[in-house]
């Protein structure tokens, strides 16, 4: 009963500890407006997942964002596992980046955490002024009470590696956390491992190339990404590149959960792949590829070959099994990763996505399926887009989805998602043998917003969870 503790600090002793946290009961989820014709601010919802409750799989609050346009997409949180043992840290605020209007708006769920309130904003020239950056993506905390937020890019909109850091208690910008003057030429995600000395941290794109849609032309001219990062963690400097190929873009970086382990994965959207990286012998990193969905020969879409576009990845808190999303074919995949070199598919469900029989595209070549899937209907509803963001319970038994990725993305792959809006689904986990499984009973139908249909986008829980929690 370590969650009720309240003389050790937010979070967990260990990632095994987490596992044994309570059952979560609410979900906070940012809502994007951007991009869909809705003249509406953002907003954060608040849903009820309690199967005993009269509200499970309702949208309980929505707190608005006071401007329109900020395009929220990931959060963290104000203090983790990484301040486990620090009696003076809650876990009480949860930080929003807003990737296009460079907001942060810090929110209070502490006070009454099913009604979140927003207790500050950080404008987006504090950011412009004192770091030269913008475009906020990841946010992670760290384990002394300072907040770190992975930027994009500057404020004119080319891409640029910077990282900015938020004072843990006023939340005041301090400036950028990186040191010297050789920085990456773009960002995305970031995670940190301290016993390793290290950082890591993706590439997207510059925000400029990316902000209204996607040019397949700007691969070829170079403008996405392909490194993973490696930062000295104690000094702040940037020291090596990793290469994953042109254009792979390599976005969700997971570290193992064991706070020694000295591996983890990065999923590549473009390329399909998920890489292991590494420390090798002599002390610097290396990745290898272990996991490649091959691309699909298609009829009737943008391109002749379609990727899978791995776009989310997480691993459980006991490290043995590995998910992505597949966001433009359409499946969530298990594997057991006991051998970290061989991942095994364990388990896999198709969730909507581009190949679904009787829409647009035909399928001519296909080195996986024998044939097309069929469209995914729940609760009489034919979902549209494809499962994207992903969160798992703590106990690894069930693992919650979104379907929105990104509004100008959305809009242009998924234009029937921006009409209909996203929905968050539930799958229930074999977490022994592998296997996954769609709750037919859980369906949260973000087309029925009272505002209008809204693209709902990442997963968190009040008491943390396997994307967020870092173990010193």
Not at 210 to 226: L, R, T, V
Request: aromatic content about 10%; overall charge negative.
């Amino acid at each position: 009963q370590s969650a009720k503790c309240g003389a050790c600090g937010p979070g967990y002793a260990t990632p095994l500890d987490a596992m044994k946290g309570p059952r979560e009961e609410i979900l906070y989820l940012p809502c994007i407006y951007r991009n869909t014709g809705i003249e509406k601010p953002d907003y954060l919802a608040t849903v009820d997942v309690d199967p005993k409750s009269p509200h499970y799989c309702q949208v309980i609050h929505r707190l608005p964002m006071p401007n329109l346009n900020d395009e929220l997409h990931h959060t963290g949180w104000n203090s983790c596992s990484s301040c486990f043992g620090d009696t003076t840290k809650r876990r009480n605020r949860l930080i929003l980046p807003s990737l296009i209007s460079s907001r942060i708006y810090v929110v209070d769920v502490g006070t009454d955490m099913r009604a979140p309130r927003i207790h500050k904003v950080v404008e987006p020239v504090e950011l412009y002024q004192k770091g030269n950056a913008a475009y906020p993506h990841t946010s992670h905390c760290l384990g002394s009470g300072d907040i770190l937020i992975s930027c994009l890019g500057d404020p004119s909109g080319d891409g640029k590696g910077s990282f900015i850091l938020l004072d843990g208690e006023t939340f005041e910008m301090k400036g950028n956390w990186q040191n010297g003057e050789k920085v990456p030429s773009l960002s995305y995600d970031f995670w940190y491992q301290p016993r390793h000395n290290v950082l890591m941290s993706t590439e997207w794109g510059p925000p400029k190339a990316f902000a209204d849609g996607f040019n397949p032309a700007d691969i070829e001219k170079g403008h996405y990404g392909s490194h993973i990062n490696v930062w000295d963690w104690s000094t702040h400097t940037y020291i090596q590149a990793i290469d994953l190929g042109k254009g792979s873009i390599p976005m969700e970086i997971r570290f193992l959960h064991n706070p020694d382990a000295a591996e983890g994965f990065v999923g590549c959207a473009l390329s399909a792949a998920v890489h292991r990286f590494y420390k090798t012998e002599k002390g610097d990193w290396a990745a290898e590829k272990v996991i490649e969905v091959p691309s699909k020969k298609v009829q009737g879409w943008l391109l002749p070959d379609m990727p899978g576009l791995i776009t989310d990845i997480l691993i459980s808190l006991d490290d043995r099994f590995l998910y992505f999303s597949n966001w433009l074919h359409g499946d969530i995949r298990q594997y057991d990763i006991s051998n970290t070199r061989k991942p095994k598919l364990v388990g896999q469900v198709f969730l909507g996505g581009s190949i679904a029989k009787g829409g647009p595209v035909t399928v001519v070549e296909d080195k996986e399926l024998q044939c097309q899937p069929e469209p995914f209907v729940i609760k009489g509803k034919r979902v549209q887009g494809g499962p994207q963001m992903l969160q798992l319970s703590l106990d690894g038994k069930r693992l919650y989805v979104t379907n929105s990725l990104y509004s100008g993305w959305d809009k242009q792959f998924y234009p029937d998602l921006v009409k209909e809006g996203s929905v968050m689904l539930q799958i229930d986990v074999d977490n022994e043998k592998g296997g996954l499984q769609v709750n037919k009973n859980f369906l949260v139908d973000f087309g029925k917003e009272p505002d209008g249909p809204a693209l709902a986008h990442e997963i968190r829980y009040p008491g943390g969870d396997s994307t967020s929690d870092i173990w010193m």
